[in-house]
C-alpha cells in the first residue's frame, strides 16, 4: 500500500513517525511519491497551541482533498484530546483517530486494511484511545535529519547515508508537572522512559548506522529516571561512552532538573555538545508562581551563570511566554528587565493561547488583550535578535569543530558547531557528514 506520512509539531513526533514509517516499509508498503494518490495517509498532529490545532484541521481537509479515497489515520496530541470530547469535532474528514497510545497500533490497524477497501459508508471515525494518565508502557522512536541547504531541518523516514547526521532519539515521554497553561500531561500522559541499556544499544545502532550527532528529545526529559530509579546524569554518563565519532545534544531542560552536577559533566565530558535549551517561561516571580513552574528566577539565573562560568561559549536558548492571564505591564517590565540581564544566546517567544481543560482557563485573572501580548512579544523578539548577534560576534576569531550536513543545491554547504552556530562553506561533496575544525568568522 502507498503510504503518505505528514508529521507536524516536536522532535518527538518526528521520532514517532519515523519509527512507524520504518516499521511500515520493513513490511513491504511503500512511501507516496508527490502527487500521487495514497491508500492512506498517516496524519501525527500537535495540540500545543490553538494555532496548531488550527493547522492539523488544514492538513486533514488538504489530505481528504488530494487523496479522496485514501483511509486517513490522524494520531497525536490533538488526536489523543479530541478522542476523549463525545464527537471528534474538527477531525470528521478521519476515518480513524488515534490516541497517542494508539498510535503505536497503526502498523497492525494497516495489516488489517491492505485486503480491504476504505469503508465508504462509515459516518464517524472509528476513536481508538485509551485513558492517557494510566498508560505506563514507552515505545522507543527515533528519527534521522539534516539540514538542507537553505537551513531547513529535514527529517526523513528512511534516510540514505549522507542524510544520516542528525538523529533524534526518544528517551522520555509524558509529564507530571501539570504547569497551569500548558495540554501537554493531558495529551502525553505520565512521566515514563526506558532503561539506560536499551537506549545505549539504540544510540550505537545510530552511530554504527551514520549519526554523527545524537539529539535527546522528550517531554520533560531531565525527569528521566521515574520508571526505571535510574537518573539523568546516568544516562548522560552512559552516553558519552558510545564507540565511534559522534556527539550528543541534549534537548530541552527544565531548569529546576538542570543540575549543577549535570552542566559539570556536560563541561567535562567527551561528546556533550555546549548547547543548552531551558525553558524560562516567565522573569517574574509573580507570574511563574501563577504558571505553577517549579523555579524562581533566581534559581534560573543562578544556573545561566554556572554555565557560562564552566563553559563560558556554550549556547544557551531560553523559552519565553508571554501574555498569559494575570501578566500584569508591571510583571512584564521586570521580566524584560531580568531577561536582559541574562548572558543567553536566543529567545524562543510563544504568546499564550487559552487551552481547554488547563487550570489557568479556570482561573479567576485578567486575560491580556491580543494586540498587547503581541507588542510584548515583539520586544522580546527584538531582544532575541540582539542577544544572538552579540553571541555570533563573541564567538568571532574561535576555533570551532562544525559537523558539514546539507548537500549540494547553490554551490554551499551548512552545518552548526557544538555550541550551535550555523556556518556556510562552499560545497565540498567529501566533508558531507564529517566533522572538521575552522576558525569562526561572521
Ligand atoms: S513541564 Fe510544564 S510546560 Fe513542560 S510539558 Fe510539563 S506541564 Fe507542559
Known amino acids: 500500500m502507498k503510504i503518505r506520512f505528514v508529521t507536524l509539531g516536536c522532535k518527538l513526533n518526528f521520532a514517532e513517525s519515523s519509527a512507524l514509517g520504518r516499521s511500515l516499509l520493513a513490511s513491504g508498503h511503500t512511501r507516496a511519491k508527490d502527487g500521487e494518490q495514497a491508500d492512506i495517509c498517516i496524519l501525527n498532529t500537535c495540540t500545543v497551541t490553538d494555532t496548531a490545532d488550527h493547522k492539523c484541521r488544514q492538513a486533514l481537509s488538504r489530505l481528504r482533498r488530494e487523496n479522496p479515497d485514501a483511509t486517513i489515520i490522524v494520531t497525536g496530541c ?20 488515534l490516541g497517542n497510545d494508539a498510535k503505536f497500533e497503526i502498523p497492525e490497524i494497516v495489516k488489517r486494511l ?7 459508508d462509515a459516518k464517524e471515525p472509528i ?48 509529564c507530571n508537572y501539570f504547569c497551569t497553561y500548558c495540554t501537554i500531561p493531558y495529551a502525553r500522559g505520565k512521566s515514563r522512559n526506558p532503561h539506560i541499556a536499551e537506549l545505549v544499544r539504540e544510540a550505537q545502532q545510530a552511530v554504527s548506522d551514520g549519526a554523527k550527532e545524537i539529539v535527546l528529545t522528550g517531554v520533560n526529559i531531565a525527569d528521566f529516571g521515574r520508571s526505571t530509579g535510574e537518573t539523568f546524569l546516568q544516562l548522560l554518563q552512559a552516553l558519552d561512552n558510545l564507540e565511534g565519532e ?26 556533550i555538545a555546549p548547547h543548552f535549551h531551558i525553558p524560562l517561561q516567565s522573569g517574574s516571580n509573580e507570574v511563574l508562581q501563577i504558571m505553577k513552574r517549579h523555579y524562581t528566577r533566581e534559581l534560573f539565573a543562578e544556573r545561566v551563570a554556572y554555565i557560562r562560568k564552566r563553559l563560558p561559549y556554550a549556547f544557551i536558548g531560553v523559552d519565553c511566554m508571554v501574555g498569559v492571564r494575570g501578566e500584569t505591564e508591571t510583571n512584564f517590565i521586570d521580566y524584560l528587565s531580568f531577561v536582559e540581564q541574562l548572558d543567553v544566546s536566543q529567545l524562543h517567544v510563544f504568546t499564550y493561547s487559552e487551552r481547554a481543560r488547563t487550570r489557568m482557563v479556570e482561573m479567576d485573572l485578567p486575560v491580556v488583550p491580543p494586540t498587547e501580548s503581541k507588542r510584548r512579544s515583539d520586544i522580546l523578539h527584538r531582544l532575541s535578535e540582539q542577544k544572538t548577534k552579540a553571541f555570533y560576534a563573541a564567538n568571532y576569531g574561535r576555533q570551532a569543530c562544525v559537523l558539514w550536513e546539507s548537500r549540494n543545491d547553490k554551490g554551499q554547504m551548512a552545518g552548526f558547531t557544538e555550541n550551535y552556530l550555523r556556518v556556510t562553506a562552499q560545497y565540498a561533496p567529501n566533508k558531507v557528514n564529517t566533522f572538521e575544525t575552522i576558525i569562526y568568522h561572521l
Open 246 to 271: 559522534y556527539r550528543l545534544r541534549i534537548g530541552s531542560c527544565e531548569p529546576n532538573l538542570l543540575s549543577l552536577e549535570i552542566i559539570d559533566f556536560v563541561a567535562d565530558s567527551r561528546h
Open 114 to 120: 491492505e485486503n480491504r477497501q476504505k469503508a465508504t
Open 78 to 97: 490533538y488526536a489523543q484530546l479530541t478522542a476523549e470530547l463525545p464527537k471528534p469535532k474538527g477531525l470528521e474528514d478521519a476515518d480513524y483517530i
Open 127 to 174: 476513536v481508538l484511545s485509551t485513558t492517557i494518565r494510566e498508560v505506563d508502557t514507552f515505545h522507543g522512536a527515533l528519527s534521522f535529519s539534516h539540514v538542507d541547504s537553505e537551513g531547513e531541518e529535514q527529517h526523513t523516514t528512511i534516510a540514505d547515508r549522507s542524510q544520516r547526521t542528525r538523529c533524534f532519539l526518544k528517551v522520555q515521554d509524558g
